[in-house]
């Protein structure tokens, strides 16, 4: 189950702290290019905070068969509606990512977070 | 009514089984402990590799109850081969092991939101269940207000606050497992296996129905939802610090090992010393023949060559407890995790490749928390490349036997300790390669995702660690006593018989098979510079190591034991080697397979001896090449 992207006027408007993640990990090269980067979890730096509008892992690279990362990343909390904060990066080229979700923090990298679609705010 | 429901429950014969379930981090090993005390021991279960824990209490009505403790997880859907036992034994699925009569399931109060998911999926099992709020007191201080009686009505199972380190709620929690098994024989007639049937996978869609109906539970009975904790906030800013984070986890692993080696020197020690003189004890009493031959030098040293390494092992599951517990495992894994990316390992195999420089059992045995398959197998692979506390002897021996002490760079290193770090180095450095290799070859694919939570900083509590480190140290005494007894036992027969001839010169080992064995291998190993002692001390030393430098004693014929056979042993070496020959050996002992209890916990571990086959395969290639490399090399630098 693919949710519809966010609408565009959040894309199009990132607050002023928006800065543009690194670029892709050596892992993700494969990654095809996403419509709105903004709009994915992978791309916000530390201190960023958004909300969860969606999951697609159909452009995330993993051994996983189709439709097991995004249950995983369910079952980890990450689903429509939570609140995520970046609270830390880790070393080196800032991946991977200790996300606060709701009440907890989860650890993922980047490549992966690409799989969740958010709204910043 | 209860008491003849309860007797008739005793009179069955079969104590009750209760399981405990919950998320990792929920403090379900805590409340195990809680509830069972010592009184716990820890088995396999049939066929799979994953430990089995189980205790025993007495509930207040007076019935004997058996409390299974099941491997953390966050989903029926088994990731882990732990995850894995976990589903099967809920399911009923294990063969002669029926499912839990009731269902504990543990759940932290300050994270109900991930929590109660897993309690909504054992719900549906249509099982008797408990749920325990754990963590109640972190959730007070956090301000965070859970109404038990509201959530208890809204999911419609029991609700029982507790506090598993401090064992508060612990009565509260014994009194609930009394009500629900009488409930459970008043209501339910026992038919094992029935509701196993109706449980499918969850497809992504459940999931997350799963977490709207959480969403509607909380707004029912969470009634303040608290604070995040900021100590925990605070503490990781300083330590994922990107300057900071990696710095403070090599010195928490610098320290790690200092201890491994210094405090467990003097417990060492003692075991020698005991270990001496039980065999005195032995010899002095028995009289000669082959049952003392079998007793002193069989049974006691051999299995003492094993036992003599519980001190430094439980140092190291000393301080890899107390990491765990207080939850830095997870950050040293988020640290490490692009690192050991670089050559396609999963964070989480540090921890396995760590324990290895103590010994590689517990290391290989520590992989199972690598979910998936193919990187659980590339750091087993690896593991024994680490040096292992046993590989520290031969190296002693040959450096003080063969490196001067003196020192480079202008007096600030010393030769000898140069040449240890770079044994060490070499160990490191080969691992990375291997698993290099390995995930670029025969584990290809992409890396297994990181899902991994960062459970809040906690204080361990001093009980939990002692009956965790009272487990290891169960777990490897029984290995101690059971496949390490019988290999010695073996190693022992094959280095007595046949008996040297009457009026034989050579050592007694010589006419042994072992000596047989190690004449037939000389010539395989004389390229790389090995003489035939060398190869005779090879074959008793797949026993373990260090047992290869006794065996180099037997050959020359040296009756010293101990720190006496070791010095005078160096001056025998130093005159009948040469410089190339013992940087070869060396160089074989970085590499080689030379340990018959890692291949046994390998072959368990993989449940398979074809992944024991491909270890010894290309550890043995290794070594012979590395041993050809170095013997060759440092014979045209030294012109000879």
Known sequence: MIPPLPGPAHAATPSPATRRAPGPAPGTSSDPPVGNDCCRLGVLRKGQRAVVTGLDDSAVATPLPPGELERRMIEMGLIEGARVEILHEGFP????????????????????????????G | MSDTVLSTLAFTGVPPRIALVGNPNCGKTALFNALTGARQKVANYPGVTVERKIGEFLSPAGTRVQLVDLPGTYSLRARSPDEEVTRDVVLGRFQHEAPPDVMVCVADATNLRLHLRLVLELKKLGRPIILALNMMDVAEARGCRVDAAALSAALGVPVVPTVAIKRTGVVGLLDQIDRSMIAM??????????????????????????????????????????RPSLATRRIDAALLHPAIGLPFLFLVLFLMFQAVFAWAAVPMDMIDKGLGWIQAVAGAVLPDGLLKSLLTDGIIAGVGSVVIFLPQILVLFFFILMLESTGYMARAAFLLDRLMGGVGLHGRAFIPLLSSFACAVPGIMAARTIENRADRLATIMIAPLMTCSARLPVYTLIIAAFVPDRTVAGGMIGLQGLVMFTLYAAGILSALAAAFVLKRTIFKGAREPLLMELPSYRLPSPRDILLGLLERARIFLARAGTVIFSIMILLWFLGSFPAAPDGATGPAIDYSFAGMLGHALAPLLAPIGFT???????????????????????????????DALSGSLAGVLAADWSLPTALSLLAWFVFAPQCVSTLSVVKRETNSWFWMLVMIVYMTALAYGAAFVTFHLSSALLGG
């Open chain 1, 93 to 120: 080229g800032a991946d991977p990512l200790a996300v606060r979700i709701n009440d907890h923090t989860l650890a993922l990298r980047r490549a992966e977070a690409h799989a969740v679609l958010v709204t910043l």
């Open chain 2, 185 to 226: 024989t008043a209501t339910l007639p026992p038919s094992p296996g029935t509701s196993s049937c109706g449980w499918s996978e969850p497809s992504a869609l459940d999931l997350r129905a799963y977490h709207q109906e959480v969403e509607t539970i909380l707004a029912a009975a969470l009634r303040d939802a608290g």
């Open chain 2, 532 to 562: 035939w002692q060398i190869a005779i001390a090879l074959v008793p030393g797949m026993a373990a190591r260090e047992v290869a430098v006794a065996a180099l004693g037997t050959v020359y014929a040296l009756s010293e034991t101990g």
